[in-house]
């Protein structure tokens, strides 16, 4: 394994079919670490099967918690946390509102608080379930909210309260330039766009990081997000030139696990992330960290 990349999977504990594909990775030895979403109804047992497949895994993989603040129910009590959920109690953030949250001095401090809460209560209930290395945790989330700054703040905060000792947190910086220096294909639009934006707020999470004596990387999984595929390889020397240059490490991120469409429930009621959970483009995905060399 080259120790500058870890060969990363999203979105563990999303459904049944989506965990069979990840669990499968792990066991041929193709995943360093794996994120856990918190929250959703499959979460306990997604948990089982993970912690009966452990010992099949050819290497100890890292364990990481998917902070879901878009899918789905809180885990804490939803009394406590009235605007991030709808009147059925489902999660109404997306990440235009927590932009204008951020920059509104009028709720600002609200917001924040009820995301300390939900915070909490996502980490301690991933603690709880025994999988996780509580003296060394992870942290990142679902579709990136923790990138800004009002939750980048909120996750600080938690962790202060709590006293939580944390290894890593996700900065998802992927740089545009690393594609260009290696001539890869172009993406989307929409990419590029994502791209800009978390890359904008990255470099001052570079800087809490650093505060913070946590360790900063590089992500390669935006730009080509939604179809990791053959593409990527060609990116690979320039991640790894960088990486070593700048002493860090970098993330590649797949979502490698498909959800079936007769595994939704009423917890995905956005229309672009079920399509995003059923695409056809996560078996590329799959595929493609199953083929890649580790060196």
């Not at 992870?138 to 006293?163: C, G, L, T, V, W």
Request: glycine share 4%; charged share 30%; aromatic share 10%.
């Amino acid at each position: 394994m080259n120790s500058l990349i870890d060969f990363h999977a999203d979105d563990y504990a999303l459904s049944q079919n989506s965990d069979d594909d990840i669990i499968r990775l792990c066991k041929e030895g193709k995943l360093d670490s794996i994120s856990i979403i918190p929250n959703l109804q499959v979460f306990d047992s997604s948990i089982l099967k993970l912690k009966k497949s452990n010992n099949d895994f050819p290497k100890r993989i890292k364990f990481s918690i998917h902070l879901n603040f878009m899918e789905g129910k809180p885990v804490s009590n939803c009394e406590l946390i009235p605007d991030l959920i709808d009147e059925k109690g489902f999660f109404c953030l997306s990440w235009g509102k927590l932009l204008i949250w951020n920059y509104n001095p009028l709720k600002r401090k609200k917001i924040k608080e009820q995301l300390v809460l939900e915070i909490t209560a996502q980490i301690d209930r991933c603690i709880k379930a025994g999988v996780l290395d509580i003296n060394a945790l992870r942290i990142d989330s679902h579709q990136h909210p923790h990138m800004i700054p009002i939750f980048k703040e909120a996750i600080f905060e938690a962790i202060k309260e709590k006293n939580y000792q944390v290894e890593y947190i996700r900065n998802t910086n992927d740089p545009i330039n690393f594609y260009k220096k290696s001539k890869c294909q172009k993406t989307n639009f929409s990419n590029i766009l994502k791209c800009l934006i978390l890359n904008y707020y990255s470099k001052r999470f570079s800087k809490i990081l650093k505060m913070n004596n946590l360790p900063d990387s590089y992500l390669c999984g935006v730009y080509y997000s939604g179809k990791m595929d053959e593409r990527i390889k060609n990116a690979i020397p320039v991640f790894k030139s960088e990486a070593i240059k700048h002493n860090r490490k970098f993330e590649l991120l797949f979502h490698p696990g498909t959800m079936l469409k007769e595994e939704l429930t009423q917890e995905f009621t956005k229309e672009g992330f079920t399509d995003f959970h059923l695409s056809k483009n996560r078996k590329v995905e799959y595929f493609t960290c199953e083929n890649m060399k580790r060196n």
